[in-house]
């Protein structure tokens, strides 16, 4: 193949941002090259410790945005032989980078895992939007309402949301944030994959609450929202082949969801 020029699509994410690094993605109908995933995958990064009550980013976040030359540590004179860095209200700074390309946040599946397991085996989660679950059988007697399902989410993701303004306000503006892949269907195969004993409808109503979550915040902080889910699922449940091991996107999947970030990576900037 004759040398060409791409645009790199960066991710930074938890093991779901895997299967999006060094993928190619070529055009459906011609075939040539359009974009390629570029992804910092940072094992067990949850929502919830990306940024700290100290309002402190967490440091895989900051070397990977670094690492794509988004951000930069403000330098500030030298010592001698060696250069210093300044330290104060803006230890790091965007580079010209950041006003041109876009950065997607895959992560917070961990979290859902979380909230799962708090959740008694015979409740049932109701949800405040609709939402068909009619594949997936009730769980038991119980419920837990809508309120507090929503409730334990917001103070969940509370940090990933406070990061996200954080980065914005920055001057990193380009930012988008994708929505939680689906579950494995199966109890006993996500039981022994992810170590949570569960229901089916329990898990795809904490999921859908999540990304419902997501989607209204990224709505609110003019922030970019990716929608995966509509595309992997059908009634709220995973379509066969998209998970790889029963748990992560495998190579259909992850092209979906490159797919449509290049989509909004060619759009104009939010304001």
């Not at 055009?27 to 090259?33: F, L």
Request: net charge negative; proline share 6%; glycine share 8%.
């Amino acid at each position: 193949m004759a040398d060409c020029y791409v645009r790199p699509l960066f991710v930074i994410g938890d093991s779901h941002s895997a299967p999006l690094n060094a993928l190619l993605l070529r055009d459906e109908a011609t075939g040539e090259p359009q974009a390629i995933g570029q992804a910092v995958c940072v094992q067990a990064l949850f929502a919830e410790s990306a940024f700290s009550a100290a309002g402190d980013f967490h440091p895989a976040i900051v070397a990977a945005l670094a690492g794509f030359h988004l951000l930069h540590v403000v330098p500030d004179g030298d010592a001698g032989d060696l250069p210093t860095v300044r330290l104060g209200d803006r230890l790091f700074t965007p580079s010209w980078i950041a006003g041109h390309t876009y950065v997607l946040f895959t992560l917070g599946e961990l979290d859902a895992r979380t909230l799962v397991a708090s959740i008694p085996l015979d409740a049932d989660p109701l949800l405040s939007f609709d939402a068909d679950l009619s594949l997936l059988p009730p769980a038991g007697t119980r419920i837990v309402p809508a309120a507090d399902l929503d409730e334990r989410i917001t103070e969940r993701f509370g940090p990933f949301f406070r990061m996200l303004v954080a980065l914005r306000d920055l001057g990193i503006k380009r930012i988008a944030v994708s929505s939680l892949p689906p579950p494995n269907r199966d109890d006993d195969e996500y039981a022994r994959l992810t170590g949570v004993t569960s229901r089916a409808r329990t898990r795809h109503a904490v999921y859908l609450a999540v990304n419902a979550a997501l989607r209204g915040f990224c709505e609110a902080a003019k922030l970019c929202f990716i929608d995966t889910w509509t595309d992997m699922t059908e009634r709220n449940v995973v379509k066969d082949g998209l998970l790889l091991d029963g748990l992560h996107v495998g190579y259909a999947g992850a092209l979906s969801i490159l797919r449509r970030y290049r989509s909004v990576a060619m759009e104009t900037i939010p304001s």
